[in-house]
């Protein structure tokens, strides 16, 4: 009795475990085909998925995808580390598929250090992105770029689709540069109207400067936040790394230096997502504080004032070339 009684446990022990195999396989299917769908629109955002996967199924399919994440961002040494994991750290047979994509494209790269590096300074527009080399960004990175000899496209797309881009020529050996690209500010043209007359107008319960003044400098705030999750994705990406790095290594100093490393990256992505959770609360206070002076302006009484215009008024006007000068006068 006591045997079946075993036997029947063991088996729906088993029976158990199969079953949760099986929903963690599908989990995995899931969040792999999400982080790579996710490389056709932002590729800072399937690093950061990748780097989640790892953490919980590590293996040679994530290796290689980071692999091609990183390469695909023009990121090569971070590239060349997870493309040698999947060739030494599991043991996989040379006949094994992911193991020859590893070694292939581990070969395109393997020069890469003497490519030219540069640093791109990318002032992309809210709602919009960038593109290097095809690759879609929400965000260039604050590190140098490896670039392959020959000539490259950068490209900012603004939330409407408009486009401007810069080419970047380079060769392997030479010096590290810096390439810049933002939308030219824009001119607005202010058509300035004066009323040579006695004036009667309506007094507003709170100044338009000061309620649509809040609600500006908060979205700015805002999405100055929102910036900030960027670079504290790019903290985490650093922090995984040095994880990963005092993971593997078989010094002990070097292992002291990667964790120290990756405690300071650590505190980085605290402090980041300190500074970006404040940054939207406060210009989440300012709109909505703007939006409540907004309504009850428009509700109450307005005050009427008459104002007299005497002699000779002077006034500037912006255009898109300068400044126009314009005089009025009652009669």
């Given at each position: 009795?006591?045997v079946?009684?075993?036997?029947?446990?063991?088996?729906?022990?088993?029976a158990?475990?199969?079953?949760?195999?099986?929903?963690?396989m599908?989990e995995?299917?899931?969040?792999?085909?999400?982080?790579a769908?996710?490389t056709?629109?932002?590729?800072?955002?399937?690093?950061?998925?990748?780097?989640?996967?790892?953490?919980?199924?590590?293996?040679?399919?994530?290796?290689?995808?980071?692999?091609r994440?990183?390469?695909?961002?023009?990121?090569?040494?971070e590239?060349?580390?997870?493309?040698?994991?999947?060739?030494?750290?599991?043991?996989l047979?040379?006949?094994?598929?992911i193991?020859?994509?590893?070694?292939?494209?581990?070969?395109?790269?393997?020069?890469?250090?003497?490519?030219?590096?540069?640093?791109v300074?990318?002032s992309?527009?809210?709602?919009?992105?960038?593109?290097?080399?095809?690759?879609?960004?929400?965000e260039?990175?604050?590190?140098?770029?490896?670039?392959?000899?020959?000539?490259?496209?950068?490209?900012?797309?603004?939330?409407?689709?408009?486009k401007?881009?810069?080419?970047?020529?380079?060769?392997?050996?030479e010096?590290?540069?810096?390439?810049?690209?933002?939308?030219?500010a824009?001119?607005?043209?202010?058509?300035?109207?004066?009323?040579?007359?006695?004036?009667?107008f309506?007094?507003?319960?709170?100044?338009?400067?000061?309620?649509?003044g809040?609600?500006?400098?908060?979205?700015?705030i805002?999405?100055v936040?929102?910036?900030?999750?960027?670079?504290?994705?790019?903290?985490?990406?650093?922090?995984?790394?040095?994880?990963?790095?005092?993971a593997?290594?078989t010094?002990?100093?070097?292992?002291e230096?990667?964790a120290?490393?990756?405690?300071?990256a650590?505190?980085?992505?605290?402090?980041?997502?300190?500074?970006?959770?404040s940054?939207?609360?406060?210009?989440?206070?300012?709109?909505?504080?703007?939006?409540?002076?907004?309504?009850?302006s428009?509700?109450?009484?307005?005050?009427?004032?008459?104002?007299?215009d005497?002699?000779?008024?002077?006034?500037?006007?912006?255009?898109?070339d300068?400044?126009?000068?314009?005089?009025?006068?009652?009669?």
């Amino acid at each position: 009795m006591h045997v079946k009684w075993l036997t029947i446990g063991f088996a729906s022990l088993m029976a158990f475990s199969a079953v949760a195999q099986a929903q963690d396989m599908e989990e995995f299917k899931t969040r792999m085909g999400t982080a790579a769908a996710a490389t056709k629109v932002d590729m800072n955002e399937a690093l950061r998925q990748y780097l989640e996967i790892r953490i919980q199924y590590a293996g040679p399919e994530v290796d290689y995808s980071l692999g091609r994440a990183y390469q695909r961002m023009n990121q090569c040494s971070e590239a060349q580390y997870y493309f040698t994991q999947v060739m030494v750290a599991y043991d996989l047979p040379e006949t094994n598929p992911i193991y020859k994509r590893a070694v292939n494209a581990y070969d395109e790269i393997a020069d890469c250090e003497s490519w030219q590096k540069v640093m791109v300074e990318c002032s992309v527009p809210v709602g919009g992105h960038a593109v290097i080399d095809g690759e879609q960004l929400s965000e260039c990175w604050d590190r140098a770029y490896s670039f392959k000899d020959g000539e490259h496209v950068i490209e900012l797309v603004d939330k409407d689709g408009k486009k401007i881009e810069k080419k970047v020529t380079t060769k392997s050996g030479e010096e590290q540069k810096t390439v810049a690209i933002a939308f030219p500010a824009k001119v607005k043209e202010v058509e300035k109207v004066v009323e040579i007359e006695n004036v009667v107008f309506e007094k507003e319960k709170f100044h338009p400067a000061l309620y649509w003044g809040l609600i500006a400098g908060g979205a700015a705030i805002v999405a100055v936040g929102g910036f900030m999750n960027g670079y504290a994705g790019e903290a985490k990406v650093s922090e995984q790394k040095f994880a990963d790095l005092h993971a593997i290594s078989t010094s002990e100093k070097n292992r002291e230096y990667f964790a120290k490393r990756r405690d300071e990256a650590h505190d980085d992505v605290k402090a980041r997502n300190i500074a970006m959770y404040s940054l939207i609360g406060v210009g989440s206070a300012a709109v909505v504080t703007g939006v409540a002076l907004a309504i009850v302006s428009a509700v109450s009484d307005k005050e009427h004032i008459e104002k007299k215009d005497d002699g000779v008024k002077a006034y500037f006007s912006p255009t898109a070339d300068g400044l126009a000068l314009g005089l009025g006068m009652n009669f």
